[in-house]
Structures are given as C-alpha cells and as structure tokens.
C-alpha cells in the first residue's frame, strides 16, 4: 500500500506536479508516480450530490418536489423514505401523509411533523404522489380498495419487491401513472442505491419527480422492467454480501490479533473509504486494486489468495442466483 508524505501531498495540490515521490510502506522503497495516478478524494471530488450528513445549504439544495406525499404503510422503510426527503430539503414535513394499521407508527410520523391518517383512503385522498410501501401480497389488495379514488393527478409509486407493473396495472387500472421502485436497506441511512421503471400512463415528468425524491437519499437509475430482477440480484441483496464482506474481515483481523471491536470499524471503514474511490474517482475498480497492491507485497498475497477460493466467482454466482429467485417470486 502507498502512502504520500503530507508536506508532498500539499505541494501537489498546490503545483499540480506531474509526479510524486512515492513511499511503499510495504517494501520501505520510494519510487516516481505520476500525478495522473495520485488518488486524493479531496482533489478529485465531484460527487453528484451532496453527502447526506451535510446540512442542507444554499449551495448544496437539492430540486424540491411541489407535490403532497402519501405514505401507505409506515414501516421502516417508508420513515427512512419520509425522513430522508424532508432532511434535505426536498418536501415540507406538513406536506407528507401517512396511514399504517399500527398506531404507533403513525405517531412516529408525527413526531417529525407530518400528518397521519386513519385510513387508505385518507392518504389518497390527501396526496398526490402515492408511495405503496406495504408487504407483497398486499398491493394487490390497497390497490383496489383506493382504485376509485385515484385520478388523473395521482403518481403511485411501489416500494414493494417482486409485485410486477402488470399486477399494479391490473389492480388499480390501465388508466393509473405507475411508477415501481426497487430500493434497498441503505437508505436507512440515506444511501440506498435505486432502480425504477414506469409503467401505466406515467410520464418521463413523472419519472423525473420520482428521480428527485430518490436522489435526496441515495441515487436511482431508469431501467427496463425486466432488468428488476437483476437489480435485486445486485443492489437488493447486495447490502447482505457486502455485510459478509465485513464480518469475514474483521475476522480476519481478530484472527490476527486485534480486538474485535476495532477489527470491525476497519473492516466497515475499509469498505465505505474503498466505495467512495470507485464513485468519486471515476477509476475502474481494477485500477485502484493495482494501485494498492505492489510486486511481492502483502496486497498481492492476499489477493492471491482470495483468487484461490473463488471470490470473483462467488460472489458473481450470489447475483445470479439471487436475481433468478427474484424472477421465480415474480411469477408466483
């Protein structure tokens, strides 16, 4: 691994010199790199958006949606969902509905401002951008008992995995803007990575407010329906391979003899910082492993003998097995 000295570093920054000496703290040797290959997340940020844990400011102000939203289901989810809009700025908390059979979710919506229901209908009646944020098997269900309270001016947005636009389509009615969402766990946190696709009469406009809401906690990408699958294959399911990852780390590092405690914050720090350099760099994933491994050095043997067990394949394997239980849940 390599580090660059501070006082280099920040002449660097300074002179933009087209190279650097290098210290490889695994071989003690120092060596030229070129300023193209110098990896400094403070100098090549440019991330999209703001990072959730800044307050919102007027530079960094995400669009703001002019729609009133309905919560139907008040889970987890939903409140991440809820919180994560109004934290940044994106819709007034009185401007948000919500109904859930459990009244003390409902008074979790309260509690950060926003208005309660008693009923489905209520929230339909109430909201203009729907979000269906209910089990499965029971989308089906909501869908027809608010079908005739659905207009023209309604957007309905399901959160709920595996239900197909089809089924949506055929529960509220051909007629309905529909818009189903694939999210996962880490918009708990406001980093969920998103896919969506649009189906009914909704409209690239209404694909675009949906796009804005997503954004705010994390960041969503238009696909084909059919491509949902394999969303779930990958970011769906993604999160729990990633936690492996952690675990399996931090194992390793109490096999080696740190404390538990600390083995688990490198491992978790390990892979948010390593995240970070392939979203704000830009670099192939490959690229940054080359830049960290050296000839003969420890990297090297421990890639060495990742490769031996397979990891590339296994974890290429998870998406794909996970992906077609998706396909198979689909069609139940």
Request: neutral net charge; contains cysteine; charged residues 20%.
């Amino acid at each position: 691994m390599c580090h660059v000295s501070p006082a280099l570093f920040s002449a660097g920054l300074q002179n933009r010199q087209e190279s650097y000496n290098v210290v490889d703290v695994e071989t003690a040797a120092t060596y030229q790199r070129p300023a193209e290959g110098l990896l400094c997340p403070f100098y090549l940020r440019e991330a999209s958006r703001p990072q959730p844990h800044q307050p919102a400011t007027d530079s960094n102000m995400p669009q703001t949606v002019s729609k009133k939203l309905g919560f139907i289901g008040a889970g987890q989810m939903a409140e991440a969902l809820a919180r994560g809009f109004i934290d940044r700025g994106v819709i007034k908390a009185a401007d948000v509905h919500c109904t859930d059979p459990v009244q003390a979710r409902r008074e979790v919506f309260e509690g950060f401002g926003c208005q309660a229901q008693t009923s489905n209908v209520d929230v339909v009646k109430n909201s203009e951008v729907i979000f269906l944020a209910v089990k499965p098997q029971y989308v089906s269900v909501v869908l027809k008992e608010v079908k005739q309270y659905l207009t023209d001016e309604h957007i309905v947005v399901s959160i709920a995995a595996g239900i197909p636009l089809a089924v949506m389509k055929e529960s509220a009615g051909d007629d309905k803007r529909l818009v189903r969402v694939m999210p996962n766990t880490p918009c708990l946190v406001g980093e969920t990575a998103s896919a969506m696709c649009l189906g009914g009469k909704a409209s690239d406009a209404d694909g675009d407010i949906v796009k804005t809401l997503f954004n705010a906690v994390g960041s969503i990408f238009k696909v084909d329906e059919k491509l949902l699958s394999a969303v779930t294959g990958l970011s769906g399911s993604g999160p729990a391979y990633v936690f492996v990852v952690i675990e399996a780390l931090a194992d390793g590092g109490v096999r080696a003899g740190l404390p538990r405690d600390i083995a688990q914050q490198l491992a978790a720090q390990t892979v948010l910082g390593s995240a970070k350099m392939v979203l704000e760099t830009g670099k192939h994933p490959g690229a940054l492993k080359d830049m960290v491994t050296s000839p003969a050095g420890t990297t090297i043997a421990g890639v060495h003998e990742l490769e031996k067990c397979g990891i590339r394949a296994a974890f290429i394997n998870a998406v794909l097995a996970a992906s077609t239980r998706a396909d198979e849940l689909s069609k139940l």
